[in-house]
T-cell receptor, first 117, second 112 residues
């Protein structure tokens, strides 16, 4: 079946503009995660969804970042008033669930490369 | 505070050699330790994972060694091939959390 898809693959925006990044998880996966990968760095956790709710928003770097998930499927990460330090690859992952050890595996999408000029 | 420390940052190995990447963690509540492989322009893909109740897990040419008392785990790639050239990330997760905590990554280059 299809893997995790993300759009756009690349986004160049001017400082101060708002951007929306989209993630389509694997069908049937109830858990969805957003990570940020800065150049040469590891992955930084941003937020996860259990169904449509986000119990833990502590990873979001500032109140300019928000995310939502609708219908237990597609998720959108929104960054308002973008800053140059927001430039990074934003990765989305999904997993079958997170309650059973056999379903821990997170499948990652290809990411959206965001460049703020 | 970096909870998972990974080394080396980069590694060059000859074809057929053994590649070894090490990770150390601080939080004893971690109970799941995966390794991810990432090729340029792609998202990370799960390579192999281990839980702390075993000391070693092998899948093909890839082996995880786990030392619970030392709070360290490592990835060994036997008979390394040029196609293994990628960035490798170790990660850890604690049962009550949902997200993975990643190491900083190791860029592996296998020379032909």
């Amino acid at each position: 079946g299809a893997g995790v898809s993300q759009s756009p693959s690349n986004k160049v925006t001017e400082k101060g503009k708002d951007v929306e990044l989209r993630c389509d998880p694997i069908s049937g996966h109830t858990a969805l995660y957003w990570y940020r990968q800065s150049l040469g760095q590891g992955l930084e956790f941003l937020i996860y969804f259990q169904g449509n709710s986000a119990p833990d928003k502590s990873g979001l770097p500032s109140d300019r970042f928000s995310a939502e998930r609708t219908g237990g499927s597609v998720s959108t990460l929104t960054i308002q008033r973008t800053q140059q330090e927001d430039s990074a690859v934003y990765l989305c992952a999904s997993s079958l669930s997170y309650e059973q050890p056999s379903s821990y595996e997170q499948y990652f999408g290809p990411g959206t490369r965001l460049t703020v000029t | 505070q970096q909870q998972v420390k990974q080394s080396p940052q980069s590694l060059i190995v000859q074809k057929g050699g053994i590649s070894i990447i090490n990770c150390a963690y601080e939080n004893t509540a971690f109970d799941y330790f995966p390794w991810y492989q990432q090729f340029p322009g792609k998202g990370p893909a799960l390579l192999i994972a281990i839980r702390p109740d075993v000391s070693e897990k092998k899948e093909g040419r890839f082996t995880i060694s786990f030392n619970k008392s030392a709070k360290q785990f490592s990835l060994h790639i036997m008979d390394s091939q040029p196609g293994d050239s990628a960035t490798y990330f170790c990660a850890a997760r604690r049962g009550s959390a949902r997200q993975l905590t990643f190491g900083s990554g190791t860029q592996l280059t296998v020379l032909p």
